[in-house]
């Protein structure tokens, strides 16, 4: 008898399968407010304080859209908030180990995606001119 595989394998090999798509263009992270040394967010308060523990911010470019979104921890879930800038309303989802999401996406190009699992996530889109912008993966 042959033990399946590994929960964390099968999400793999699924986050795998929905990156199959070539013909998109992919906007790249541009900044990540976990990272030490990150010049591209600035701390608005004092550096002695310290920022607010289950919260970052990430932003990714490319493809004549600009992505940006804050990441919020509460309870061991996820929830995105951000904004789209180059982009259409429509056609946008989320994917994850989980699968794909539609992210409902307003006039101004805000959203809001909830309980979200940790894990590799990215934002699919179209721009304004039809063509599909991929964020590049990165882990919440």
Do not use: K, N
């Amino acid at each position: 008898m042959v033990d399946a595989p590994p929960g964390s394998v099968a999400a793999a090999a699924r986050a795998a399968f929905l990156a199959r798509d070539l013909d998109g263009e992919l906007a790249v992270l541009i900044a990540d407010s976990r990272a030490a040394g990150d010049r591209d967010y600035e701390p608005v308060r004092a550096s002695d304080i310290e920022p607010a523990q289950g919260r970052w911010l990430l932003s990714f470019s490319g493809g004549g859209v600009q992505v940006d979104m804050e990441v919020e921890e509460h309870h061991g879930r996820l929830r995105l908030i951000g904004q789209l800038l180059g982009s259409s309303d429509a056609d946008c989802f989320l994917d994850s180990a989980g699968g794909r999401r539609l992210v409902e996406v307003d006039e101004l190009g805000r959203f809001i995606v909830a309980d979200i699992a940790p894990g590799p996530v990215r934002l699919r889109c179209r721009s304004v001119d039809g063509r599909v912008v991929t964020t590049a993966w990165v882990t919440v």
